[in-house]
């Protein structure tokens, strides 16, 4: 370990161990307001992949082909899509409902020509 390895208190100011979780001086919990930050992150981005999840639902049953591109669309709108299992099943179930549209169109059509 160098002598570069510290870290200051942002609330007083004082010198600590890179390692330590907690200010040796006043207390104070490191990188509180950081993780506070990316836990609200987070919870949009879980709130954005669970609608994604709903809405690719509705496209495979009351909503068809509608709801299926408003999944897809929320789920890449998701900032953590690459980590969130909720927005990668939207996007999924999206394209898979949308297919599935198509095909429909598709039947319809060679019904209605055949
Ligand atoms: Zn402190």
Known sequence: ???????????????????QKFCGECGKTFNGSTKEK???EQK?????????????LFGLSCLP?????????????????KTN???????????VGISLGIIGILIGIYAALA
Do not use: H, W
Not at 44 to 56: E, K, N, P
Not at 85 to 95: D, L, V
């Open 85 to 95: 299992n909720f927005a990668k099943a939207g996007i999924i179930i999206g394209f």
């Open 1 to 19: 370990m160098s002598s570069g390895d510290v870290k200051y208190c942002q609330n007083c100011g004082s010198k600590n161990p890179i390692e």
């Open 44 to 56: 949009t981005g879980m709130a954005q992949g669970i609608i994604s999840f709903v809405l690719s």
């Open 38 to 40: 990316m836990s609200t």
């Open 65 to 81: 082909f509608l709801g299926s591109i408003a999944a897809v669309i929320t789920g890449f709108m998701t900032a953590d899509r």
